[in-house]
């Protein structure tokens, strides 16, 4: 009995951790700060892949390279003057192979963080068991409520600091979180390609910037410094 007093006392213990979550949003992006940076048609490009664990662990409290999750920080300034629409469904990650990998939306990424859900707490094996086990259901049902809590809260704050679609006025810009799931044991750092499609509201038509990423200039004593096209 006294085994099973101290499992539930345990179990209590560590429900303020099942519902707790902590994000830190990064630093407000500049050019100076992102490693990767490109200017075409007068838009300025720069992305910063968030890859290294403990600037993971930093904003999203977890190592997301572990989970299959490939963050990218990007701001995008409008330096023409005309109105550009930026969506982020034409957001792909191109590897060197010609194959494309489209985003994922925040909410997509999100239950990758989650612990997977306990197994159940009840003992067994005598009617002792068993009258503990049915006092612990309870307990259980706590815990299960603060991780969908921890869930929701999770998913609330990625899709706060995810990329938005926009219109993009002179001199305007954004910035926010892009979310990728590579494939297994995909190289994407070696030469890929961050790209993404503005379409001109004026006329209608569009293009395309494309920004390469590598995995060694964000690991280099250089890793401010811009890579050269």
């Known amino acids: 009995m006294r085994r099973y007093l101290a499992l539930s ?3 209590l213990m560590i429900l303020p951790g099942c519902a707790s979550y ?8 500049t050019v100076v700060t ?3 940076s490109r200017i075409e048609h007068s838009v300025m490009v720069a992305v910063d892949p968030y890859i290294q664990p403990d600037r993971q662990k930093e904003v999203f409290d977890r190592d997301l390279r572990k989970l ?3 963050p990218f920080y990007l701001l995008v300034e409008n330096g023409s003057a005309r109105e550009l629409s930026l969506d982020r469904v034409s957001i792909v990650l191109e590897l060197p192979d010609g194959r494309q990998i489209g985003r994922v939306n925040a909410a997509t990424a999100a239950p990758r963080l ?3 859900m306990p197994g159940s707490f009840l003992p067994g094996g005598n009617f002792g068991s068993f009258l503990v086990g049915v ?3 309870p307990v259980e049902l706590i815990v299960a409520d603060a991780q969908i809590r921890g869930h929701e809260a999770r ?6 600091t995810e990329l938005q679609d926009v219109v993009l006025s002179k001199d305007a810009s954004t910035h926010g979180f892009v979310y990728f799931l590579p494939p297994s044991g995909t190289l994407w750092y070696t030469k890929a390609r ?5 379409v001109d509201k004026t006329d209608g038509t569009s293009f395309v910037i494309r920004v390469p990423v590598n995995e060694s200039g964000l690991f280099s004593d250089k890793q401010g410094e811009k890579v050269q096209h």
């Open 114 to 116: 989650d612990v997977a």
């Open 135 to 137: 006092l612990l259901i």
């Open 155 to 160: 998913k609330a704050k990625y899709m706060n």
């Open 9 to 11: 006392l345990s179990v």
């Open 22 to 29: 902590t994000f830190r949003p990064p630093p407000a992006p």
């Open 68 to 70: 299959g999750v490939l």
């Open 34 to 36: 992102m490693p990767f």
């Open 194 to 198: 961050v790209a993404l499609r503005f």
